[in-house]
């Protein structure tokens, strides 16, 4: 149980970042037309 609750999260921080990173991409060229 414990082997599959550590997977889970480290399943679930892989999950956090990709999402975290799509994001910043997805807003990184709005941020970057309004700049200039």
Known sequence: LGEAKRKA???DA???????VSI?????????KQKF
């Open 9 to 11: 999260t480290s399943q």
């Open 14 to 20: 892989a999950d956090v970042a990709g999402a975290l």
């Open 24 to 32: 910043r991409t997805y807003f990184m060229p709005k941020r970057a």
